[in-house]
């Protein structure tokens, strides 16, 4: 369950038109603190940025699952689940036992996945991935924003 500022935050965010992105951004913006406080780890970057992405669809961020191929059949129906219950609505008590046993693996994971050094290498590694014309696209908008 996210916390209750983290909510606020991608609502505040919404209302100022941001880009869903930009709102799911609150929430792996909190599961790197939560991993850097100690509370759980995560295996790699990658990991910690899709547990805040989950969360995000879940809490209704307008997030669509990435297109079938681009990922693999149990990754796309993750998200496609996480996306669907944001949008329905109807938060689920979770089981207590499964909770248990996600967070109890999380915690034998390391903690390097949220420094700054493994985000820095992640966002690297993200950008060389970009064509060139995202990468126009995100010159504009940051250069609108300012």
Not at 37 to 53: C, D, M, P, V, Y
Not at 103 to 110: C, I, N, P, Q, Y
Request: net charge positive; no cysteine.
């Amino acid at each position: 369950m996210p916390d209750k500022e983290t909510i606020e935050r991608a609502q505040q965010d919404k209302r100022e038109r941001k880009a869903p992105t930009t709102q799911a951004g609150e929430f792996i913006r909190e599961e790197m603190h939560h991993i850097r406080e100690g509370k759980h780890g995560a295996r790699n970057t990658k990991q910690a940025i899709a547990i805040g992405l989950s969360k995000a669809r879940r809490a209704g961020v307008n997030l669509p699952p990435p297109a079938k191929g681009s990922v693999s059949e149990k990754t796309w129906k993750s998200t496609e689940r996480a996306y669907e219950k944001g949008r329905h609505g109807g938060q689920s008590e979770p089981s207590a036992k499964r909770s248990r046993a996600t967070e109890g693996a999380l915690k034998r994971e390391g903690h390097s996945a949220a420094s700054h050094a493994a985000l820095s290498k992640q966002a690297r590694s993200s950008a060389a991935h970009r064509t060139a014309a995202a990468a126009k696209k995100a010159a504009r908008t940051r250069a609108a924003s300012r």
